[in-house]
């Protein structure tokens, strides 16, 4: 009787453990996004001196964030089954596209979309393929 | 496709192939990390540290001259390189799944590279 409360207990663990890292990931995608755009925007207007370098917001931001967004994923990745986070962590390519035809205004078409799609499939699949 | 989106795509292409580099070095260090926290401070975590950042100077170039709607799925390239180096330095196997996988990615960013005009 107390074992199988104890396995159940166990057993819950594991399931509150993987929804964390799943959230994890599932916030890096967001930030990882984000930081593309930024570094995208502060890019836009690079020159290559320092003082022009270390009063470029944008870039700067975006490269905190990527840093963050590197560190995050590392330990997210470190717990969580990869099988099942290859394809939240594909999403990135999702959120930076819609993102580029919103924010950057850069024009939509099918075979982007085509090719965003297939690729996620991809990652998704190269991910089950990883499993043992 | 016009000469400054063919340099830009070479520039993303370049900081996939450092990124991935750093992400062996990183792997290599990390398997010395133990509950000490200057077990971080060994030289092959650093070294991976140290190429992402490098690489991302190469990307960040390279998106200069083209589209991040184009431009950033070409990151996904880099997991050719992970799986590459995957088997070549920590014995990982190739399996089937994965060329699907790979061959969908590659289908996929010819798919985005398609829509760049």
Request: proline share 3%.
């Amino acid at each position: 009787m107390s074992t199988s409360v104890a396995a159940q207990l166990a057993q819950a663990e594991i399931l509150a453990a993987r929804r964390r890292s799943m959230l994890l990931v599932f916030a890096c995608t967001v930030l990882g996004a984000a930081a593309q755009i930024l570094m995208k925007i502060g890019m836009a207007r690079f020159d290559p001196h320092l003082m022009a370098l270390v009063t470029n917001v944008p870039l700067i931001a975006g490269y905190v964030l990527y840093g963050i967004n590197t560190l995050m994923l590392v330990l997210a990745l470190r717990e969580g089954e990869l099988s099942m986070l290859y394809p939240i962590i594909a999403l990135t390519y999702v959120w930076v596209t819609l993102l580029s035809y919103v924010l950057l205004h850069e024009t939509p078409n099918l075979f982007k979309n085509v090719g965003i799609a297939t690729i996620v499939l991809g990652v998704a699949v190269l991910g089950r393929g990883g499993r043992k | 496709m016009t000469p400054g989106l063919l340099r830009s795509m070479l520039l993303v292409f370049t900081a996939s192939i450092i990124g991935s580099f750093g992400a062996v070095f990183l792997k290599l260090g990390a398997q010395k990390l133990t509950k000490s926290v200057f077990s971080f401070l060994n030289l092959k975590l650093a070294f991976g540290v140290a190429l992402f950042l490098g690489s991302s100077v190469f990307y960040a170039l390279g998106i200069r001259g083209g589209q991040l709607s184009v431009l950033y799925p070409m990151v996904s390239l880099g997991y050719i390189w992970t799986l590459l180096w995957s088997r070549l330095f920590f014995n990982e196997p190739f399996t089937r799944q994965k060329f699907l996988g790979l061959g969908l990615i590659l289908l996929g960013v010819f798919f985005v590279g398609l829509g760049s005009s």
